[in-house]
C-alpha cells in the first residue's frame, strides 16, 4: 500500500521559489519500518545539503526518535515525550529543541527563514486544536486506553481531564 507523507514548505517568493524551510510533522512510516526511515533520512540530508531550515514536530508518543538529533545527542533534560526540533538552513550546526511535555500545552515555535529575516512564530496548541475540530475527530473512543500506555500518574491526569470534558464518567475510569 502507497503512504503519501505529507510536509509543508516556505518558498521564496520569485526566483523560482527556493525553499527556504521545511515543516515536518513526522509519522509512524518516519518512525517505523526500513524504507520509511530510510527515505526520512535521505530527505533530511538533501535539506541539510541544499541549506534549507527544518522544522520537527514529533507528537508520537510510541517508536525509536527519528528526529535531525538523535536521542542520545538530545540532553535528558529536554526529553518529553512529545518534542519540536528547529535548524536553521544557514546554521545546521545547532538545533533547537522545544519540550513539549504531556500535561501543558503545545508551545509557540520558531520558523526559520532566510539568514537576515526574522523568525515568524508557529502557535501549534492553535493550529492542532484547529485540525482537531475541522478534521472530525470528535468520534474518538475515550473509553479505549491510549497506546501505548501512560504511565500511572498521566493516566490519572488523563481520566480527571476527560472526566471534566463529559468523555469518561467516574464509572468507567
Known amino acids: ?33 526500513a524504507e520509511g ?61 522545544y519540550q513539549i511535555p504531556l500535561r501543558e500545552k503545545l508551545p509557540v515555535i520558531a520558523v526559520p527563514l532566510r539568514e537576515h529575516e526574522k523568525d515568524v512564530t508557529l502557535d501549534l496548541q492553535t493550529l492542532i486544536s484547529q485540525c482537531y475540530d475541522r478534521g472530525g475527530y470528535d468520534d474518538i473512543n475515550y473509553r479505549d486506553e491510549p497506546v501505548p500506555n501512560l504511565n500511572e500518574s498521566d493516566r490519572e491526569w488523563m481520566n480527571k481531564l476527560l472526566v471534566e470534558s463529559g468523555h469518561r464518567t467516574k464509572s468507567n475510569v
Not at 516556505?10 to 510533522?25: C, D, H, N, Q
Not at 522544522?55 to 518534542?83: F, K, W
Open 37 to 97: 526511515k530510510t527515505q526520512y533520512r535521505r530527505k533530511v540530508r538533501e535539506l541539510r545539503q541544499s541549506g534549507v531550515g527544518l522544522v520537527e514536530i514529533n507528537l508520537l508518543r510510541a517508536g525509536p526518535c527519528c528526529m535531525v538529533l538523535d536521542e542520545i545527542d538530545i540532553p535528558a533534560s529536554l526529553r518529553t515525550c512529545y518534542l519540536t526540533s528547529v535548524v536553521r538552513g544557514y546554521n545546521w550546526s545547532a538545533a533547537e529543541i
Open 1 to 33: 500500500e502507497t503512504v503519501t507523507e505529507s510536509f509543508l514548505e516556505i518558498r521564496e517568493a520569485g526566483s523560482g521559489g527556493r525553499v527556504v524551510t521545511t515543516i515536518e510533522v513526522l509519522s509512524l512510516a518516519n518512525k517505523y519500518g
